[in-house]
């Protein structure tokens, strides 16, 4: 018999394990480590023993169904699989089930998830269940970099974040972004969280200030698996300092750093909307690796 029930602190070495099965089957990049799985469940915001359910049978984990609140701009996004040698059997229903009951509860207008296109079976069954295709991602990456030249204008400088620098990073990324599709303001107080975990370093978030403001900034993240693979989280410019040249040069700057540490790959996610961002990133050397489809269903009260 399954039974569906919510995470405990002593399930995170066996719900570690399910992804990296998961994945191995599925081959999403999802594969994870327990230290970093301890840290992306312990971040402000987030309720493991209220918000990931798990499907149970006789003691092992075989499914589980995560959700991510962002509420501030009413949704929650969902995230969820079933072992491959569980599917078929209704644990997928089941778990999805619990995780719209719960973001119904918590007051969600909509509920959002991200699915790799090649996914056809998780893509039918959630098509099924009411959600529609709103947006498409692309996974682009750089695995040739030819070393283009980094140069910053003058009167601008290039420099690495510093403890106490979370405020204004915060206020540029919140900036930089506010109005873009699925944009989910962030706080000072994640920024530090998620600048003290274990794949980020404080000197992979490169800016570029001007009079000691910050107008642009490329955060870096090494992958929790493979060591030789890192990502360009997020980048994003000042809207009112687009236009010259600032968004090539703190990409370029992002992408040196990864490859001084012997970066092998670099990974990125852009909105296929954004066609500027595209058209950079593509400039640098990135190429299209893949595309997530985000699907959605809006709640009833």
Known sequence: MVIIRNFRPADLASYVRLMAEIDEADRLGKATSVEHTRERLGQPGYYPGEDLFLAEMDGLLVGYAEIVRELEIGRVIID????????????GGRL???AVDQSRKLGADVVQIPIAQGMTASRSF???KGFVPVRRHWQMSLTRYGGAALQVARGFELCHF?????EGLCALQNLAFA??????????????YLVNTSCCHPEGILLITENRRMIAYCWTMDDPVEKEKGYIRMMGVDPDCRGRGLGRAILLAGIEFLMVRGMGEIELSVDSRNTAAKRLYESAGFKRKGTTLWYQRKLSP
């Not at 491959?84 to 209704?90: D, E, L, V």
């Not at 510093?162 to 979370?166: N, S, W």
């Open 80 to 91: 969820g699989a079933v072992h491959p040698a569980h599917r078929g059997r209704g644990l």
């Open 96 to 98: 999805l089930g619990a």
């Open 126 to 128: 959630i098509e099924n």
């Open 162 to 166: 510093v403890p106490g620098d979370e």
């Open 179 to 192: 109005g873009s599709w699925g944009f989910h303001p962030n706080t000072a107080v994640e920024i530090r």
